[in-house]
């Protein structure tokens, strides 16, 4: 019997089976589609530390791989520029652990084709990007595992000595009982214009975006490419399930984008889509047991790329009986059974 069986095959699940793995664990993977073209190929993939144990910790993780990924994975240290438009985002770039802050002239000098009149920044420099579906593939290559092409339709009929489900947004089709729900982002790319932006630029605002309920919000983060491409983002939409483009949502986004980095006017937008993050009430991933032989490694909303590798070094701890790197209490599935 196989150790461990991994419902999904994005970066989580591909995380877990690499760490998995490395301890000497056997693992299959089932996935109907490609590995790593879900959420995680729709992504940006900034690996982006935002203050909590999760995500620096993965963050870390992340600079420890770095030296092994292949080159097409693209990872570069660019850094995060957290743009304050006023006094008040000032104080909260000010607030920040582990910045380096910036004045206005300082932030021009970093960016110079930003908006006029903001009031500074605050640069993490720690903060990195990769291409999130070569990564995916990198880390099902070195744990040697088993791919299978089966969408799974009964978690509890799969034999296995473990299971992990790891199928993001589409988690509640298999687990209804689990309050996942799918939160719809859109993604636009430019033709390549290298060297007009030099950090992922993010506004102080998104994460009011990220961690709040509201229906329908958009907040600037763009991202440059190694190739030399601008990624802009970002949307978030709930109670939306179909793919397609939704015209003023993006129109939304990209006049947000268009505000704070004008130059973007001119710069042509060669391609959009869409993802599905899996969004939960507090946005923290579900990360542990569940019942019987059956854990989680889902809902990891805006942040599943950067905190996959964290992920699957808590869970393969619990799943192992080993001491976990991370108090595993915050992400444990249990706070949300009644
Ligand atoms: C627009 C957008 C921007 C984002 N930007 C970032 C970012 O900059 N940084 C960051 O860290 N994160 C970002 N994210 C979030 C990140 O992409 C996700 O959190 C992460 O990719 C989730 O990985 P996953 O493996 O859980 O899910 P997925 O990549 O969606 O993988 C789940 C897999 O499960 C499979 N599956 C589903 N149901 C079944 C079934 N019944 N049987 C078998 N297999 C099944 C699917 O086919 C899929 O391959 C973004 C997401 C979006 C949508």
Redesign the pocket.
């Known amino acids: 019997m196989t150790d461990v069986v991994i ?8 995380a877990c089976a690499y760490e998995l793995a490395q301890a000497g664990a056997t693992v299959e993977l ?4 490609i ?14 530390d935002l203050d909590d144990d999760l995500s620096r910790y993965s963050v870390n993780l992340w600079h420890q791989l770095a030296p092994q990924l292949p080159k097409q994975a693209e990872f570069w240290n660019c850094g995060t520029l957290w743009i304050a438009a006023n006094d008040a985002e000032m104080e909260e770039a000010r607030r920040k652990p582990g910045v380096e802050l910036l004045d206005a002239k300082q932030l021009y000098e970093a960016e110079p084709h930003l908006r006029p009149g903001l009031a500074g920044g605050a640069v993490a420099k720690g903060d990195a990007v990769v291409y ?1 579906p070569v990564a995916t593939r990198w880390l099902l290559e070195q744990a040697k595992a088993k791919v299978t092409r ?4 009964s978690l509890d009929e799969i034999q296995a000595g473990a299971v992990i489900c ?5 988690t509640a ?2 687990l209804p009982e689990l309050p996942i729900r799918p939160r ?4 636009a790319i430019t033709d390549r214009y290298p060297g007009l932006v030099q950090h992922q630029l993010v506004e102080l605002g998104y994460m009011t975006s990220a961690q709040g309920e509201s229906n329908e919000s958009v907040a600037f983060n763009v ?1 440059p490419r190694p190739t030399g491409q601008l990624l802009i ?3 978030r939409q709930y109670n939306v399930e179909t793919t397609e483009i939704d015209p003023p949502i993006l129109d939304r986004m990209l006049t947000r984008a268009f505000e704070l980095l004008p130059v973007l006017r001119d710069c042509n937008v060669i391609r959009t889509w ?5 969004s939960t009430p507090d946005k923290i991933p579900l990360i542990g047991h569940l019942r019987g032989n059956l854990y989680l ?2 809902g ?9 590798l964290g992920t699957a070094k808590i869970l393969a701890a619990e799943i192992l009986r080993r001491p976990s790197p991370l108090p595993p209490a915050p992400y444990r599935p249990e706070r949300f059974q009644t």
Do not use: C, W, Y
């Open positions: 419902v999904g095959a994005g970066i989580v699940g591909a089932l996935d109907p589609n590995p790593g073209s879900g959420a995680t190929a729709a992504g940006m993939g900034h690996l982006v999130a089966r969408a799974v339709t790891a199928t993001g947004a589409m089709k298999l719809k982002g859109h993604l991202q983002g970002s949307s869409t993802g599905f993050r899996a490694a889902t990891h909303e805006g942040l599943g790329v950067t905190t996959s």
